[in-house]
C-alpha cells in the first residue's frame, strides 16, 4: 500500500497535465522512490535487491518493461543518493524533489545541483559502493567521503544491512579472472547505466589494462584496486574520443600493494527522452550520444605492454633518440611511423640494440609537435602498439623559453639550463595507477640537455578528472620504479595543474587522499623506547605531524625515514602492557590515528652487594640494593662457591622494602656441614630479564 500510494503523491506533485496528455517521472525514477516508501514505512528492504544483486549488469535508467531486477537497482540508488545527499532532512530532499517538473536525470540533477554534483558523478560513485561497501578505513576514520559504500551497511547495527530476503552485497561478479604472464582478453555486450564486475587476480608485475568500447557509444571503465594490506582505491581509464584508452598499475602484487583489481566497464549512454547537457568526472561538459541499445566492448590484461620513449641525442644538438621495447623478443624489427608539424608522414629505421630494444634517430630542424606510432609482435604471439605525442624545442640558453605542445608546457627561465640543446616532452596516450594516489592527468616525459637545472621549471599538464583535483590535495608527482614520489605541490585552475621540477624524468598530477599506515615493528622494544612501523605510498609522511602519548601523557617520538619507524620514548611508563595512541598525518593532511598495545619494560638499577663480618666467623649476612620501578617485585638469587668455582650452598634472598634483599647464611654447606676456612665467592643475580650476575669475595676464618 505505501508503494502504491506514493506513486498517486508523485503524480500528484511532480506529474503535468497537457490537455489529454499526463506527463509522469520516468518510471525508473519513480519505482525508486516507491520502493524506498516501503522501506519508510517498516525499514526492511525490498526483496527485488536480491534479483539486482545477482544482475548488476541491469540497467538503472530504463523505459517500458520493469521487471524484477530494474525495480532492485532503482531502489538501491534511490536509497544511496537519500543517505548521501539527503541529509540533514531527508523529508525535505524528498518533497522538493518529488515536486520538480523535471524528469528522469534532469531532475536528479536539479535534486544535486546544491551539493555541487550531479546524476552522472554520484553514478559511478554507486557503481562502485555497490561492490566495495566501504565507507570507514581500517582506523574508523572516513573512506572518501563515505561514498564508495553505504553507511548503513557500516555502522555497529548488522540487522539493518542491505540485503533481500537471501542475498546481500556486493554485487555478484561477471567473472573471476585469474591472471598469468600471458594476460587476458574479454569482450560483452551491455545495455547503457549496467555494469560488468570482473575481479582480476594473481601473478605481479606492472599491470596493463586495456579498454575499448563501441565507437557510437560512450563509456566509463572504473578500477577499484584491492590489497590485504592496503586500504582500497579506485579511478577511472581516461577513455578517448574512439572510447579507448589503457592504465597501467604500477607494482601490482608487489612490496604489500594491490595484489587484485576489479574492472567495471559501464556504457553512459543516454536514451532518446533522457537526452541532456551534462558534465562528466573531469568537469567537461558534453551532449552525450542518444543511444540507448546495448555497446560492444573489450578489455585486456596483460603484464607486457610496448614502450616507446623519445629523448635528446647526447651527441648531436639536434637530433634525437626513439627507443622502442617490449618484455618479450620481437618476431622482427617494429614498425616507427614519425608525424611531426607539417612534414608528411614516415618510417623510421630501427636498428637492434638486443632482441627486446630497437632504436632509431630523427633529426629536428625547428620547434613543432609530433606524433610516434609503434606496433610490433612478440615470440609470445602477442600484438602491441602504442602512440607517443611529443613536441621538441631548441633551447639556446640565453633566455627564458616556453615549450608547448597540446599535452603539457614547460616554461624555461633565463639561465635555468645552461647547457644548449634540445628540450623534448612527450605524452602517453595511456595513464599511469601509482600504489596510494589516484592519477588526474596523463603522465609526460620531460627531457632537457643537463642533469640538473640550475633553477626550477615549470611544468603545465592538463587534468582530465577536474571533479577529483580540486580538494586541495593535488600534487606533481615523478614515477619511479617503486611508486609516486612527491616534487611539489600543484596548483589548479580548472583545467589543468602546475608545479615545479629541477630535472627530466616522467610526471604525473595525481591526488593523495590515502592517510599512512601505522603498523607495530617485529621488534617492538628497544630498551629506551617502542618502534612503530610507519609508512605513506602518496605524497610521504610529515614529521613534523607525529604525535604520541599514553593515558593522556605526551611522548617524545622521533622519525626514521630510511627505516620506516618512529621511535617512541617509553622508558618512564610504568611497566607494564600499554596502550599508545600515535596520530601521523602525510604532506596533504591526511591523517592515521593508531592505538598501538606496547610492552613498556620496568627500570632496574642495581646499588650495592655487601656482606658483613668480613672475614666472617659464626655466620654472614648478605644484603643487595636496588633502586627503579621493578625494585620491590623481584627474585634475587645467591650461589656460594669456594675457591675451585665448586657450588657450596644457594638460596634466595628476602625482600626487606624499599629494595632492600638481605638473608644471613650459617657457614654450613647444603649438607648441613660447616665449611672449612678460605676465601669464598658470593654470585647474586635477578629474575629481572637482562641482569647481570654480580660477584663478590669473602673470607671465612675462625
Not at 548503513?152 to 530476503?165: A, M, Q, V
Not at 583489481?261 to 547537457?277: C, E, G, K, L, N
Not at 640494440?353 to 632509431?360: L, M, R
Not at 620531460?446 to 586541495?472: M, N, R
Request: hydrophobic fraction near 40%; charged fraction near 20%.
Amino acid at each position: 500500500m505505501a508503494h502504491e500510494f506514493t506513486h498517486l503523491i508523485h503524480l500528484n506533485e511532480g506529474g503535468t497535465i497537457d490537455g489529454a496528455n499526463i506527463h509522469m517521472e520516468d518510471v525508473w525514477v519513480d519505482e525508486g522512490v516507491a520502493e524506498y516508501a516501503i522501506f519508510i514505512y517498516d525499514g526492511m528492504h525490498t526483496s527485488n535487491v536480491d534479483e539486482f544483486i545477482l544482475a548488476p549488469q541491469t540497467p538503472l535508467v530504463k523505459k517500458g518493461n520493469f521487471p524484477p531486477p530494474n525495480y532492485g537497482a532503482s531502489y538501491l540508488f534511490i536509497f544511496y543518493m537519500l543517505e548521501h545527499y539527503g541529509k540533514p532532512s531527508i523529508q525535505l530532499f524528498l518533497r522538493n524533489f518529488v515536486r520538480d517538473k523535471a524528469n528522469g536525470i534532469e531532475g536528479i540533477d536539479n535534486a544535486l545541483k546544491g551539493f555541487g554534483t550531479n546524476f552522472l558523478t554520484v553514478f559511478l560513485d554507486w557503481t562502485i559502493a555497490n561492490y566495495l561497501d566501504k565507507t570507514k578505513q581500517t582506523d574508523g576514520t572516513p573512506f572518501n567521503e563515505g561514498k564508495w559504500g553505504y553507511f548503513i551497511d557500516n555502522d555497529l547495527d548488522s540487522t539493518n544491512d542491505i540485503k533481500g530476503l537471501k542475498e546481500k552485497l556486493p554485487v555478484a561478479l561477471t567473472e573471476k579472472i585469474g591472471l598469468g604472464a600471458p594476460g587476458i582478453i574479454r569482450t560483452n555486450t551491455l545495455k547503457p547505466w549496467g555494469s560488468d564486475y570482473y575481479l582480476l587476480k594473481g601473478h605481479q608485475g606492472s599491470l596493463n589494462i586495456g579498454f575499448d568500447g563501441s565507437d557510437g557509444g560512450q563509456f566509463k571503465c572504473g578500477l577499484i584496486k584491492l590489497g590485504s594490506k592496503v586500504e582500497p582505491s579506485a579511478e577511472y581509464i581516461f577513455l578517448d574520443q574512439r572510447q579507448a584508452g589503457n592504465l597501467v598499475v604500477h607494482e601490482y602484487g608487489r612490496n604489500d600493494t594491490y595484489d587484485s583489481v576489479m574492472v567495471i566497464p559501464t556504457p553512459i549512454d543516454y536514451s532518446p527522452a533522457s537526452a541532456a547537457i551534462v558534465s562528466d568526472v573531469s568537469g567537461r561538459a558534453s551532449v552525450l550520444p542518444l543511444v540507448s541499445d546495448p555497446q560492444n566492448y573489450i578489455f585486456s590484461a596483460t603484464f607486457q605492454d610496448l614502450k616507446v620513449a623519445i629523448f635528446p641525442n647526447p651527441i648531436f644538438e639536434n637530433g634525437l633518440h626513439v627507443l622502442v621495447h617490449a618484455d618479450a623478443p620481437f618476431t622482427a624489427p617494429p614498425l616507427l611511423q614519425i608525424s611531426y608539424g607539417l612534414s608528411i608522414p614516415g618510417y623510421l629505421t630501427m636498428e637492434a640494440i638486443d632482441k627486446k630494444t630497437y632504436i632509431a634517430n630523427y633529426t629536428i630542424t625547428k620547434s613543432a609537435e609530433g606524433l610516434l606510432e609503434s606496433s610490433a609482435t612478440t615470440e609470445t604471439g602477442l600484438n602491441l602498439s602504442n602512440r607517443l605525442k611529443f613536441s621538441a624545442i631548441y633551447y639556446s640558453a640565453d633566455g627564458p623559453d616556453l615549450a608547448t605542445s597540446s599535452f603539457a608546457n614547460l616554461a624555461i627561465p633565463t639561465m635555468a639550463i645552461k647547457q644548449k640543446g634540445l628540450v623534448v616532452l612527450s605524452g602517453a596516450q595511456g595513464g599511469v595507477s601509482l600504489p596510494g594516489l589516484t592519477g588526474v592527468s596523463l603522465p609526460v616525459l620531460v627531457s632537457i640537455p643537463t642533469k640538473q637545472a640550475a633553477a626550477s621549471l615549470t611544468l603545465e599538464i592538463p587534468v582530465v578528472a577536474a571533479g577529483l583535483a580540486s580538494d586541495g590535495k593535488l600534487g606533481l608527482f615523478e614515477i619511479t620504479p617503486t611508486g609516486g614520489k612527491l616534487v611539489s605541490m600543484a596548483g589548479f585552475n580548472g583545467k589543468s595543474a602546475s608545479g615545479q621540477i629541477s630535472r627530466g624524468g616522467t610526471f604525473l598530477l595525481a591526488v593523495d587522499t590515502t592517510p599512512p599506515i601505522i603498523g607495530k615493528s617485529e621488534n617492538p622494544d628497544s630498551g629506551e623506547g617502542t618502534l612503530i612501523e610507519v609508512s605513506d605510498r602518496g605524497s610521504g609522511i610529515d614529521p613534523g605531524s607525529l604525535s604520541a602519548s599514553c593515558e593522556g601523557r605526551k611522548l617524545p617520538v622521533r622519525y626514521d625515514e630510511k627505516a620506516g619507524l618512529i621511535s617512541v620514548a617509553t622508558r618512564g611508563l610504568p611497566a607494564g602492557s600499554r596502550e599508545l595512541k600515535i596520530l601521523v598525518s602525510d604532506l596533504f593532511g591526511n591523517w592515521s590515528e593508531g592505538k598501538i598495545s606496547a610492552r613498556v619494560p620496568g627500570t632496574l638499577i642495581f646499588g650495592d652487594l655487601s656482606l658483613y663480618p668480613n672475614p666472617a666467623r659464626q655466620w654472614v649476612k648478605f644484603r643487595a640494593v636496588f633502586s627503579g620501578t621493578l625494585a620491590n617485585s623481584l627474585l634475587v638469587d645467591f650461589v656460594v662457591r669456594d675457591s675451585s668455582g665448586d657450588e657450596v650452598t644457594s638460596g634466595t634472598l628476602s625482600s626487606k622494602g624499599n629494595g632492600v634483599y638481605e638473608t644471613t647464611w650459617n657457614l654450613r654447606n647444603d649438607s648441613g656441614k660447616g665449611v672449612a676456612n678460605g676465601v669464598y665467592i658470593l654470585e647474586t643475580q635477578t629474575s629481572a630479564e637482562g641482569s647481570r650476575k654480580v660477584r663478590k669475595k669473602f673470607a671465612i676464618l675462625r
